[in-house]
């Protein structure tokens, strides 16, 4: 069939077909999301921590030099998680274990027992 | 078939008013009566199911971050507001996959079907015109869907995008002649469109 013009034709344009599920998939998103929000919100310590060190780098670092410590934090924590020496990972990061210790706000003699 | 008696005394509005308590069962309410309006909306702007699920997905996870977000005093209807969300975020989408580029470019731009009578021999007229809409500015788009398949007047549509009427008038006759030189749109009229020359 062919349309003699255009308003007719756009008309004429399939309606989409909603899945069944679609519903139910957006309420368990939800849920899900409440859920996280709730289990990070119980880790107090984590998001104070994080909190702080964004303020740290704000009040110190230019966004260029805040990218780099942040991205050298990374490294730093990762390299700890898979066990790498302490001052491997220093270097590794470009961190010192004093500026970690300044960044978590403990004692950098804690830093240094725990993982030197 | 009847809603509960209860169910039908909750306006959209007063089950917001509910979603900013908590409610959880007022949000589920809400995505049970219009995910599959706002679907078809996100659907018509992006053309893909699993993008289409994904943007309404998102727009009713702002919903329950952040239901403060609709202002209920404004007198604005819930419907309209969310699919003023629901648009926004299926722009959105879809200008972060397009290289960057100033809004004046991107309402200029409009891609022409290449394989234009390939596209109508293989899958028909309805996956032709399908295709000639896709191709069209985000923003022409969004106001051809809400006027033409939304069922929005012209204010209401503008209202919608954050513009004015006279610039929604321009997107709408701006997203026709596209079309109308779209050759997979030509090869589905009757009469041959006449292209103005000079």
Known sequence: MMFDDLDQLLKARKKPEVPEYLSARIVAAAARHSQEAATLAGVVGWRAWLQMVLVQLQARLSVAQAAYALAGLVVFVVGIELGVQADSTSILSGLSVGDLAEFMAIDDNFVAAEWV | ?198
């Not at chain 2, 008696?5 to 589920?28: K, T, Y």
């Not at chain 2, 549509?157 to 709408?172: C, F, H, P, T």
């Open chain 2, 1 to 198: 078939m009847a809603k509960n008696a209860d169910q039908m005394d909750d306006s959209d509005e007063s089950l917001v008013v509910r979603v900013c308590e908590g409610d959880h069962q007022a949000f589920a309410q809400l995505v049970e009566r219009h995910s599959g309006l706002f679907y078809s909306a996100a659907y018509r702007m992006c053309g893909n199911a699993e993008e289409a699920e994904e943007i309404v997905q998102d727009a009713f996870l702002k919903l329950w971050e952040k239901p403060q977000s609709y202002d209920v005093g404004k007198g604005a209807k819930f419907t309209t507001w969310f699919y003023r969300v629901v648009t926004n975020l299926a722009i959105d989408r879809a200008r972060r996959k397009r290289p960057q580029a100033g809004p004046d470019v991107l309402d200029f731009m409009a891609d022409k079907a290449p394989l234009a009578d390939e596209i109508l021999v293989q899958n028909g007229r309805e996956a032709a015109l399908e295709a000639a809409i896709q191709s069209l500015p985000e923003r022409q788009k969004a106001a051809l869907n809400l006027c033409f398949y939304e069922g929005f007047s012209n204010k209401e549509a503008a209202e919608i995008l954050g513009i004015g009427v006279k610039a929604l008038e321009s997107l709408l006759m701006r997203a026709k002649t596209a079309l109308k030189d779209n050759p997979l749109i030509a090869g589905l009229l009757e009469k041959p469109v006449e292209k103005k020359t000079g």
